[in-house]
């Protein structure tokens, strides 16, 4: 059974930087094609960033430039460092995978596996 956990959420002033983990148990995250989503109170949960099972990454225009996604093979672990970071990317942020054909862009539902989420919070 394919699990994620998430870590690495907190509270940050704005300008600065934090690193979200998303340990995978059950499957080696290479091959999977991994996403982080992130819902912040009263929105949908949105796309984030996303790392194919070749390593190609994908972010959405709200955090290119600021976030890198990346893989360790030896800890079979994803993270997300966040680098400048902003009043409105306060959110829960989510990790999922799949073992399924990539699509562009990335949809939940094609996603089987997620984590519970940890909160990011940026303060002005």
């Known amino acids: 059974q394919v699990q994620l956990v998430e870590s690495g959420g907190g509270l940050v002033q704005a300008g600065g930087s934090l690193r979200l983990s998303c340990a995978v148990s059950?499957?080696?995250?290479?091959?999977?094609?991994m996403v982080w989503f992130r819902q912040a109170p009263g929105k949908e949960r949105e796309f984030v960033s996303a790392i194919q099972w070749n390593g190609i990454t994908h972010y959405a225009d709200s955090v290119k430039g600021r976030f890198t996604m990346s893989g360790d093979n030896a800890e079979n672990t994803v993270y997300l460092q966040m680098n400048s970071l902003k009043p409105e990317d306060t959110a829960v942020y989510y990790c999922?995978?799949?073992?399924?054909?990539?699509?562009?862009?990335?949809?939940?539902?094609?996603?089987?596996?997620w984590g519970q989420g940890t909160q990011v919070t940026v303060s002005s």
């Open positions: 999922g995978g799949d073992p399924g054909h990539w699509h562009w862009p990335p949809r939940q539902n094609e996603y089987n596996y």
């Open positions: 059950g499957a080696i995250f290479s091959s999977l094609n």
